[in-house]
Nanobody, 116 residues
Framework: QVQLAESGGDLVQPGGSLRLSCAAS????????MGWYRQAPGKQRELVAT???????NYADYVKGRFTISRDNAKNTVYLQMNNLKPEDTAVYYC??????????WGQGTQVTVSS
């Protein structure tokens, strides 16, 4: 089983930046996809970005050019650098780990609020 712990959520003004972290621990497989998702009040959870263990990244159109997903292998941590934040980015951000074969693990979420 994999445990995930997100951190870095905060209140930020429009145009500001934040970096979210997701630390993975436990039985981490050699091949996996880690991703960031978000859920705003009254809305369904939606994809933000994913990163395959082999380096391939994928971004939702609404964050392309503003968000970057990266990984620190030594720390088993995935980051989401968020720049030029907009009020519509306000949501609870979750990370997950999809081992491809096996159950998907989710973190508990971290709140990002973009407001002046």
């Amino acid at each position: 089983q994999v445990q995930l712990a997100e951190s870095g959520g905060d209140l930020v003004q429009p145009g500001g930046s934040l970096r979210l972290s997701c630390a993975a621990s436990g039985a981490i497989p050699s091949i996996y996809i880690m991703g960031w998702y978000r859920q705003a009040p009254g809305k369904q959870r939606e994809l933000v970005a994913t990163r395959h263990s082999r380096g391939i990244t994928n971004y939702a159109d609404y964050v392309k050019g503003r968000f970057t997903i990266s990984r620190d292998n030594a720390k088993n941590t995935v980051y989401l650098q968020m720049n030029n934040l907009k009020p519509e980015d306000t949501a609870v951000y979750y990370c997950n780990l999809d081992p491809v074969f096996g159950p998907v693990s989710w973190g508990q979420g971290t709140q990002v609020t973009v407001s002046s």
